[in-house]
């Protein structure tokens, strides 16, 4: 087991929040070939806590959204989001957070999210349990969704499963990282995603864990991070959720219809 000063990444990430929050005032935002959004604060945050990591990991890899990979292949790989929420952050939605995360043969080992305009820090380490702002982390599972339960989903699975028929409020809030990280907390009782990267995951994805949530496909299949590291993006579908809820999703989510098919 890789031993992690989880205090110092906890730091590395509040700092990195703040800092971002300071750069507010001289935001310029552009488009990537994809028209996503990037800044000049994620390309900045995403220096600097390569930097910080690095200080206190040198032998470790690095896997950022704006500049790539770096390291080794065989060593324990930070993975990180220098902004997770970029869009959120240019219209001024508080929901976007740095996260760091730490692979290691391929399984999501400790992670910081930091949410700055929230103030909200959440961490996990395997083995040790989630936490945010010092209370532990703990979900609370269900075979159905209540009316008012809240329903996670990214804005490409919502757009492409079939949603109409589910019970419960539905929410897109614009941040994996967050929508995980809420649903190891039980503020959202799943999340549902839908072609999303190892970056924007891993360090939620040790807390959902932590927290007794299972992170499969529709189909049962496990996400498999090493497939996600190759291939850049998740291939299906998934449900991030505790167990007799993401059963019960599973069994109720298909992929819409075609246009043409509907006519």
Known sequence: MIEIDIEYVKSVAQEAGD??????????????????????????????????????????????EEFGRHGDADAPLWAVDPIDGTTNMVFGIPIWC???????????????ICMPRTGELFWAVKGQGAFCNGIRLQTLDRDAPHLEDTLGFTSGA???????????????????????????????????????????MAAALCMAKEAGCVMEHLTGEPLNLSRILKEGKTHAPFVIAPPRMAHHLQSELRARAPLESQE
């Open 158 to 200: 919502i757009k492409r499963l079939e949603v109409s028929h589910l019970v419960g409020r539905l929410r897109c809030l614009g941040s994996i990282a967050a929508d995980i990280a809420y649903t190891a907390r039980g503020t959202l009782c799943s999340l549902v995603g839908w072609n999303e990267g190892a970056y924007d």
């Open 19 to 64: 800092r971002a929050v300071l750069l507010l005032a001289s935001m310029t935002p552009e488009f990537k070939a994809d028209n996503s959004y990037v800044t000049n604060i994620d390309r900045e945050t995403e220096i600097f806590v390569r930097g910080k990591l690095e200080e206190r990991y040198p032998d470790f890899a690095f896997l950022g």
């Open 98 to 112: 740095v996260s760091i995360g730490l692979i290691y043969q391929w399984e999501p080992i400790a992670g910081v």
